[in-house]
């Protein structure tokens, strides 16, 4: 009677689960960083025993996908404040029936298996410090521009928390005093004009004054953020309008950061920054505008390198790294 080798040595891995307003990513991460399979699924559900049961599938389909994983833990990114301790839930906007909710034992006992909490910009900051830009840098800030808009602040290489866990809320930081009404119960907040959401209002609010818009196509259902960054791409006038006007107020918030924290490194991730150079260079210029320049030149601004992977990745090290004596958060 022989061994099987098969059976011998199994690869440990974590998963990785970004839970964002309209999607679920999940991914199968190696110790090393590396993805070794991944599920993108369109977010279905409207309760918490739904949004449980749509992630406990995932991680049992990602299970056994190759029997070569031996999966340790999983780590989820939620588009929430969560409590210091990484236990609760204390805040969802986009998700109200999380708030409250001690959601790291919840999913521990559906899942049997240990289970990393945290908000989603601060696990898509933790992946692009250990795998994407930032693996050289000691201070940098991820914003993340998609159905919500955050920060996750690195300095010294550790994510910065606040007193509660709850730093990094740039979506509600006020870039208009007189402006737009937000659900935080504040006025004028960036969120309400860069967010995905914002953006396709904006598009709402104009196409019928732009009858020649490429845009006007889109008749079957309604136009999204994409749409208006492809449009921008190819030169359609109303949209570079409007990814220039997100630019602008993205670049207004970003010059406060860079002026309150002189950080080495501006990523801008989320599903918004697709549209590349033509938010970026906006958003460039109004950075100029308005921050001092000693800091201004130490800050490199940049586009995510892990892309849309990036929570996948950071969740799912933040899973392992929880696992080992010396976590890094
Ligand atoms: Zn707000």
Request: proline content about 3%; hydrophobic content about 45%; some cysteine.
């Amino acid at each position: 009677m022989t061994m099987n080798s098969s059976s011998s040595v199994k690869r440990d891995c974590y998963i990785g689960i970004d839970i964002g307003g309209a999607s679920i990513k999940a991914g199968v991460v190696d110790a090393e960083g590396k993805i070794r399979a991944q599920r993108n699924k369109v977010i279905a559900h409207e309760s918490l025993s739904s949004l449980s049961g749509q992630i406990a599938a995932i991680v049992s389909e990602l299970r056994g996908s190759d029997s070569s994983f031996e999966v340790r833990g999983v780590g989820i990114g939620v588009p929430a404040l969560v409590s210091k301790k990484k236990s609760r839930i204390t805040i969802s906007p986009s998700l109200p029936y999380l708030n409250g909710v001690e959601f790291k034992s919840q999913m521990e006992s559906l899942l049997g298996l240990p289970v990393s909490l945290e908000n989603d910009a601060n696990v898509g900051a933790y992946g692009e410090m250990l795998m994407g830009a930032a693996r050289d840098v000691q201070d940098f800030v991820y914003v993340s521009i998609g159905t919500r808009v955050g920060a996750g602040l690195v300095i010294s290489r550790r994510v910065y928390q606040g007193a509660g866990g709850f730093a990094g809320e740039l979506g509600h930081i006020a870039v208009d005093p007189e402006g737009k009404k937000c659900f935080c119960g504040g006025t004028g907040c960036l969120e309400r004009y860069v967010s995905a959401p914002s953006i396709a209002q904006r598009v709402e609010e104009r196409i019928v004054l732009n009858p020649s818009s490429a845009l006007q196509i889109i008749t079957d259902r309604p136009i999204n953020a994409q749409d208006v960054s492809a449009a921008a791409l190819v030169g359609d006038k109303m949209a570079c309008v409007i990814i220039g006007e997100v630019g602008r107020y993205l670049g207004m918030a970003i010059a406060n950061l860079i002026n309150l924290l002189n950080v080495e490194m501006v990523i801008l991730g989320g599903g918004v920054i697709e549209a590349g150079d033509v938010l970026l260079k906006p958003t460039i210029e109004e950075v100029k505008r308005h921050a001092l320049s000693p800091p201004y030149d130490d800050c490199r601004i940049v586009a995510s390198a892990l892309g849309s992977a990036a929570g996948v990745i950071g969740s799912s090290l933040l899973a392992r790294d929880m696992l080992s004596v010396e976590a890094i958060l």
